[in-house]
């Protein structure tokens, strides 16, 4: 549907853009270069240019922020008097539609992804099988990876200068070492995925998290990934993505209530973190800045 909808079919997604087929992992790092620059704010800003058909692409920054330094720079930010009122609406269509549209330059999406910042469609699923199998998922996330595959490619293949291939991005990393998931073996990471070890652990946790100063600790060491301004494709306007997970319940034997404090937890934090990175790009631009929230963990 998207093939077909956003080029015309004939040959996927990936070679419409970037003018090759995705490969093996390495033998497609090297048809890319990526050069770095510096965005207005200082952060390192990167730019994507495919070897196959000479095209480059803004990516523009990319960084994985906590809860707890979002919060504090967004309580430290100076917003203009004459900024027009907040509104809220449900909007209900397609993701794709919401990025193309020229009204929404700049606007903050937050991204339905996994815990590395990726659109596994499961737990065996891992970087290194590349991105072009996106568009057989047809949920929020992988939709939203697509309309900035520039910035997706990056993520997969380059972030960390090396990619995803072998070490992931984590998100959960600070909680874990706050909690000390090392030595009590609460969950697993795979693939994006934070997977329980056993119902002792994950019960013995949910206990822990009873503690509501763990759990705001919790929330506050959750991270983020943020493009705070990436180019969207065959389009000339940037947007902001934010991309957050939500806890794989559904992948469990566990009931739900063994989760529920935990997936609280990384909900509330997902939640703050998209609107704080939105108060920032409000406060940076003085004005009112669209943010379109999602479903996390709602398929």
Request: charged content about 20%.
């Amino acid at each position: 549907f998207f093939r077909t909808m956003f080029f015309g079919g004939g040959v996927s997604w990936f070679e419409e853009i970037f003018g090759f087929e995705e490969d093996a992992y390495e033998a497609t790092r090297a048809q890319f270069t990526v050069e770095t620059h510096r965005a207005a704010d200082g952060d390192a800003a990167y730019v994507l240019t495919s070897k196959a058909n000479q095209k480059s692409f803004y990516v523009g920054p990319f960084h994985c922020p906590s809860v707890a330094a979002l919060r504090s720079k967004a309580q430290a930010a100076q917003f203009s008097p004459e900024m027009r009122p907040l509104t809220f609406g449900n909007v209900t269509g397609c993701v794709r539609r919401l990025h193309w549209d020229p009204g929404h330059a700049g606007a903050v999406f937050q991204v339905a992804s996994q815990f590395n910042c990726l659109e596994m469609v499961g737990p065996s699923v891992t970087p290194a099988e590349g991105i072009t199998g996106y568009e057989y998922d047809g949920t929020q996330g992988p939709a939203c990876a697509m309309v900035c595959a520039p910035a997706t490619v990056f993520r997969n293949y380059f972030v960390n200068e090396k990619g995803q291939g072998t070490t992931q991005l984590d998100l959960l990393d600070d909680v874990a070492a706050m909690l000390q998931n090392d030595k009590h073996g609460y969950w697993n990471m795979v693939n994006g995925y934070c997977l329980e070890t056993s119902r002792e652990a994950f019960e013995s946790l949910a206990a822990r998290l009873q503690d509501p100063r763990l759990s705001e600790e919790v929330v506050a060491k959750l991270k983020v990934g943020v493009h705070p301004d990436t180019s969207v494709v065959n389009h000339s306007h940037n947007v902001c993505q934010v991309f957050c997970s939500a806890l794989p319940v559904a992948y469990s034997a566990l009931p739900d209530e063994a989760w529920a404090k935990f997936a609280c937890c990384v909900l509330e934090g997902a939640y703050e973190a998209t609107l704080a990175v939105a108060a920032l790009a409000a406060a940076q631009r003085q004005r009112r800045v669209s943010v379109f929230l999602t479903k996390l963990g709602g398929g």
